[in-house]
């Protein structure tokens, strides 16, 4: 069942939980193809998130600024597909939320470790903000920061779990949000790190 967050905020607990052993075989695929990386903020900072994209775009980050890119710099070859179950999850998701339309061109992996965080940010690389991001967390839990339209706003912590997916649109899809640092256990289909998975429409 759904439960609002916040207006425009769509949490599916546990709804991925019956995928999850598939989404794991999927992302290691992916990873086989278009390996985790260090990211870094645009001023050089290095985060402590590790990251790989699949579908028409992927994300990178480093100190010529935010950007979505065709190809894997380092693997000079496109981004591989998002898979046909990653489309179908994404899509029922956001139709459970309202969204009828949601044809995602970008799938953002995510891999946490321990003590890895996200400082608060907004999502703005994408064109439409009309368009909803749907994220699906796997593995160890994390603290989610939830923040308000503006940077001064204290944070709602909310935790995020094995299987839970949420569909972040409406007034939410430019909130500020991050992650709390990751603490230290072990999950039975990750080992000891947690992924997340964003889809968005980016172009
Ligand atoms: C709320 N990822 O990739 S997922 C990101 O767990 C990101 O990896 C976090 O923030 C993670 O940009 C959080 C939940 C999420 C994703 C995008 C959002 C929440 C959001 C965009 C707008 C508002
Ligand atoms: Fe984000």
């Known amino acids: 069942k759904a439960i609002p967050l ?24 992916i990873l086989d193809q278009a390996p985790l990386k260090k990211m870094y903020t645009p001023s050089g900072l290095p985060m402590s998130v590790l990251s790989s994209s699949c579908g028409q775009y992927g994300w990178l980050s480093d100190q010529q600024g935010y950007r979505y ?9 496109p981004w591989p597909d998002i ?10 998701a956001a139709a459970q939320a309202g969204y009828q339309n949601f044809i995602p061109d970008s799938c953002l992996i995510n891999c946490y470790r321990t ?6 940010h907004q999502d703005k690389d994408e064109r439409d903000f009309s368009q909803p991001i749907v994220s699906v967390s796997l593995g160890l839990s994390a603290i989610f920061l939830f923040g308000g339209l503006e ?12 299987g839970d997916v949420v569909v972040w649109g409406g007034a939410t899809r430019l909130a ?6 990751i603490v ?5 289909l990750t080992g000891d790190v947690r992924f997340n998975l964003t889809f968005r429409k980016v172009f």
């Open 6 to 29: 916040a207006e425009g905020a769509v949490v599916l607990r546990r709804y991925a939980l019956d995928f999850a052993e598939n989404i794991m075989d999927e992302i290691h695929t």
């Open 69 to 77: 890119t065709h190809h894997d710099p380092q693997q000079s070859k």
């Open 83 to 92: 898979p046909k179950s990653f489309m179908q999850l994404a899509q029922n």
């Open 115 to 120: 003590g890895a965080k996200l400082s608060l």
């Open 151 to 162: 940077r001064h706003i204290r944070p709602l912590r909310y935790r995020l779990e094995h």
């Open 176 to 181: 500020f949000h991050g992650i709390e640092p």
């Open 184 to 188: 230290a256990g072990q999950h039975p």
